[in-house]
């Protein structure tokens, strides 16, 4: 702490004049630019056992995220006091040795040593770094016992043979490794490909294979998939770009992958696996259910392969990349593939050569170039797609948490509303009385016993919209005394609003009604002069209701009398206190018909 760069550029000058050595103005330079990476590559310097010795006063003072030594001619004295320094002061969580030929056994012994002792190294990387068999238990030691290390990086540096049989055994029981590089190593097909199958059996953390360059064959593949086959959880990107497979090996991978859960990434790009490879390949690739992209560049294929492929394109529902260049995919394979993106909708990119292929027909090269713009037009519709489809979840998903914070907060503020209901209950009276008041001065007429009967309708839309959260939210009654023919009941929610339901009684016990009556009734209880206005003003307008529909009604009951009615609806307008509001409710006032 306190430490800034001109103090540690100060303590690294101090230090080289007193080693004898000379100090590196690029290195200084880098560091006045970034505190956070330590590029001695960039610099191109070359660290001899003093020059490194210098830099343990800027690692002790500075913590980095990268130490980059690529091709800085370390040797085994400048190497081990090097990584002692790191493992130390844990001065890095990135730190790359690469490109150093001369490192040795001492130093893959203090190599090892760091990878086993600090905390915070989390990434190595040793390409093109001789791992030979004197210096190969060292780092299969500090494999073996469960590391902060996630990535490594072991690319060309002579594994074959002993050195990985002594990985591998250390890795069955490592457990914390996640991506693990081994290209360019010249793997065989017999004990380097065994070797590597048994650690896909016994190791289900690494999520990353990359195999690249090497000589696996169609028989190393076979216990590749074994292995393949032993895991339910694990591997999630196999690289096998160049080596050597051939349609004989698809058939192990086609057995393989319905048993694969986890693989998402599949590359099997440079090798000769053909038109008959492919069909066999689809048979697994329709039958998994984990492959998202698919890697089958320069694999021999020609417009058959391409059939075969554009089957599993339009079979998939969760295919995103497939890489199919550098292959003689001519017309008829790219119109195989241009039908095959209309029915599919997961596809978000396809990599095709850019430049046609030639044809004996010269027409055949436009149409070419339309069924390319075709596909890519088809790959910019799924991601379209796929995008609304990200936002709506997200949407979703935000509205969720907004549903749920709000009920955390009604459960919060519950103990103060308990209250409401009580004063909900003191307004009721008042209310009712206020409704019984206009209700004494109407003669009510009593609907039909079954209004709602399976041959009746909903005469309008609005009377549908306001009986069904009647019937859903399930209110119950409060224990208020109000006037016979009205019920006050209590609606869930936030403040426990009252609403009035009117209940119509009839004096009529028979339940029949002649023409007679009905006009009687309608005329009492609507135009009766001898009585006060309806309330809320409505006299006139159910006058008016009444006219129109008197003579349909007494020709209905006259003519069939057994014929079901229905309610027929008036909306009376709400009222507005300053201590209650009562919501907008309907009062059955006569049964006509369906006609009517």
């Not at 693989?263 to 053909?274: K, Q």
Request: glycine residues 6%; charged residues 25%; aromatic residues 4%.
């Amino acid at each position: 702490q306190n430490v800034t760069v001109e103090d540690v550029i100060t303590s690294y000058t101090q230090a080289c004049q007193k080693l004898n050595c000379k100090q590196s103005p690029k290195l200084i330079r880098q560091l006045q630019v970034s505190s956070s990476v330590l590029l001695a590559s960039y610099c191109r310097e070359k660290l001899d056992h003093k020059a490194c010795e210098a830099l343990e006063e800027i690692f002790k003072r500075v913590q980095f995220k990268m130490v980059d030594l690529e091709q800085t001619n370390l040797d085994e004295d400048g190497a081990s006091a090097l990584f002692d320094m790191i493992e130390y002061y844990e001065s890095a969580t990135h730190l790359n040795i690469s490109f150093n030929k001369h490192i040795g056994t001492r130093g893959w012994q203090a190599a090892a040593h760091m990878m086993r002792k600090t905390n915070c190294l989390q990434y190595l990387d040793a390409r093109n770094t001789p791992l030979l068999d004197h210096s190969a238990p060292f780092v299969a030691r500090a494999l073996r016992i469960s590391s902060s290390l996630t990535v490594l990086h072991l690319e060309n540096t002579s594994l074959s043979g002993r050195p990985l049989m002594l990985l591998a055994t250390a890795l069955k029981m490592n457990i914390v490794l996640r991506e693990l590089y081994l290209a360019d190593n010249r793997l065989n097909s017999l004990q380097d490909s065994a070797q590597l199958g048994n650690v896909l059996k016994f190791n289900g953390c690494i999520q990353i294979l990359d195999l690249r360059n090497n000589h696996i064959m169609d028989s190393g593949l076979a216990y590749i998939c074994e292995g393949l086959k032993e895991q339910r959880q694990g591997l999630v990107t196999l690289v096998l770009w160049n080596n050597q497979l051939t349609h004989a090996g698809m058939v192990y991978m086609s057995m393989c992958l319905p048993h694969t859960q986890t693989l998402e990434t599949l590359n099997l790009g440079h090798n000769a696996i053909g038109n008959e490879g492919v069909r066999h390949l689809k048979n697994g690739l329709i039958g998994n259910r984990s492959v998202l992209r698919l890697g089958l560049a320069s694999a021999k294929l020609t417009c058959e392969g391409a059939v075969a492929v554009a089957e599993f394109v339009a079979e998939s529902p969760r295919l995103l990349r497939l890489d199919l260049r550098e292959n003689e995919i001519k017309t008829g394979g790219l119109m195989a593939l241009s039908l095959a993106l209309r029915v599919n909708q997961s596809l978000l990119r396809l990599d095709l050569d850019r430049e046609p292929k030639k044809e004996t027909v010269k027409s055949f090269i436009e149409t070419q170039k339309a069924l390319l713009a075709e596909i890519q037009n088809g790959c910019r519709r799924n991601f379209i797609l796929a995008k609304e489809k990200e936002e709506r979840l997200q949407q979703s998903a935000s509205m969720a948490e907004i549903a749920s914070a709000a009920e955390e907060e009604d459960s919060n503020t519950a103990p103060e509303e308990n209250s409401l209901p009580s004063e909900d209950c003191n307004t009721a009276p008042e209310d009712t009385t206020t409704n019984n008041s206009s209700k004494q001065d109407e003669e009510e007429i009593t609907p039909d016993p079954d209004p709602q009967g399976p041959d009746s309708d909903s005469d309008t839309e609005d009377e549908l919209e306001e009986e069904k959260p009647v019937a859903e939210t399930k209110p119950v009654v409060n224990s208020v005394q109000n006037p016979p023919g009205q019920v006050a009941v209590s609606s869930p929610g936030r403040g426990h609003k009252i609403f009035l339901v009117t209940r119509v009684e009839n004096t009529n016990t028979t339940g029949g009604l002649t023409a007679q009556g009905v006009k009687g009734s309608l005329l009492t209880g609507v135009t009766s002069p001898a009585g006060p206005s309806l309330a809320n003003g409505l006299e006139a307008e159910l006058g008016r209701i009444a006219s129109s529909c008197d003579n349909k009604v007494h020709q209905h009951i006259n003519t069939d009398n057994t014929a079901k009615c229905r309610p027929f609806v008036v909306p009376v307008k709400p009222i507005s206190k300053s201590n209650l509001t009562i919501l907008p409710k309907y009062r059955y006032v006569v049964p006509v018909s369906k006609q009517c």
